[in-house]
């Protein structure tokens, strides 16, 4: 009898020390499994996740478009409360809701000290990877589980505003942070005319931040028509449904022919990376958000040579803490609603049909909340 019981306690604490986790097997496969809850180290805090989503990367790993390691548990968009803190970490305290940044910089390395955080990791132990500081759901377990372990917590840890939900808080660690970084990148001034290519969810945040930044006028190019009413109420003010008009003359027509001052490409496709650089002015400058999976093709014409005094840069969603409590306090401001662009929602056990429904865009799907 004592033997049996001995066992069931074994059997038990087995199980409790297991979570559920969506994890890569191969392309094609994201399948749920049990894992291990994640030990921490004197710096790291373990997090309980309540909310998190599926992010487009996440569809370029299921395709084999973005290579990890097998057995990785996906996901870079954590909201959750802190279940346990590393013995080193200060000014936090476990049950306190936060999120972390889809990037995790360390907070002492070259790049983040040198003020380039989203770069924070770069190629270091991984050889050469176009990462930057990303590592959830790429070189380390990601946040479509349980529980997650958050690297240099107190670098990375944001506490969430009582006031705020997780809904209006789950796209600052990427889908906000990506979209915002696009318009201060290009460093859009008060009165300038921008194009934004593809209204996903990253293109949305982009016209907000477009917005935000002082743009007088700002064109949405998207053939959903859903999407292109979310973009009016983000701040766009003309919509140029590619499907019926070429989007580059309609939008040289809608400038009298000056072009645009930016244009940011959010869906990281060769046509419409191309069709940005056709709509600049001289001197403008295209701000690349999309993630490739093919060569990119540089036009000599849509280039002008090398001669148009343009500009092309790419960003990586800025993380740390500050970043994300910037992030939440111009939600908290009410200045931008990035929880109208949840669409549907799940619960961890029905991942992989949250991945089915979002891989292929049914169901005017923007963004799925998931629920462990």
């Not at 959903?224 to 009016?232: K, S, T, Y």
């Not at 400058?285 to 840069?313: C, E, H, M, Q, W």
């Amino acid at each position: 009898m004592a033997a049996r019981s001995s066992a069931a306690a074994i059997k038990k604490e087995t199980i409790m020390s297991k979570m559920t986790a969506a994890v890569f097997v191969e392309p094609g496969r994201i399948v749920l499994d049990l894992k291990p809850i994640p030990e921490i180290g004197p710096l790291d805090a373990l997090v309980r996740i309540t909310t998190t989503t599926i992010c487009g990367t996440d569809v370029h790993i299921l395709k084999g478009e973005y290579p990890v390691a097998p057995g990785l548990t996906i996901g870079h968009e954590p909201v959750g409360v802190i279940e346990k803190l590393g013995s080193a970490v200060q000014g936090y305290r476990e049950g306190q809701r936060v999120i972390a940044g889809a990037i995790t910089p360390s907070g002492w390395s070259n790049a983040s000290l040198d003020g380039c955080h989203s770069q924070c990791g770069a190629g270091t132990a991984h050889g050469w990877k176009p990462m930057g500081g990303w590592r959830f759901g790429n070189t380390i377990d990601g946040a479509q589980a349980q529980f997650l372990l958050v690297p240099d917590a107190m670098a990375n840890l944001a506490p969430i505003p009582d006031d705020l939900t997780d809904e209006q808080v789950l796209m600052c660690p990427d889908i906000m942070s990506t979209g915002f970084a696009g318009a201060e990148a290009a460093r859009i001034r008060i009165g300038d005319t921008v194009a934004i290519f593809a209204q996903g969810p990253i293109g949305l945040c982009a016209t907000a931040g477009a917005r935000l930044m002082g743009a007088a006028a700002i064109i949405g190019v998207e053939s959903i028509g859903v999407r292109g009413e979310i973009a009016r109420n983000m701040g766009a003010d003309h919509i140029v449904d590619f499907t019926k008009v070429d989007p580059v003359s309609e939008i040289l027509k809608l400038t009298g022919g000056r072009g645009v001052d930016v244009a940011i490409e959010a869906l990281g496709r060769q046509e419409t990376f191309e069709a940005a650089l056709r709509v600049l002015r001289p001197g403008g400058t295209l701000s690349s958000l999309g993630v490739y999976s093919t060569d990119l093709r540089i036009p000599v014409d849509a280039f002008t040579a090398g001669l148009g005094d343009n500009k092309i840069i790419t960003s990586l969603c800025p993380g740390g803490k500050e970043r994300m409590r910037r992030l939440m306090a111009t939600v908290a401001a009410g200045r931008f609603d990035p929880a109208a662009l949840v669409t549907h929602r799940f619960v961890l056990n029905d991942i992989e049909a949250a991945y089915d429904l979002f891989s292929h865009q049914r169901d005017g799907v923007l963004k799925v909340a998931i629920r462990p």
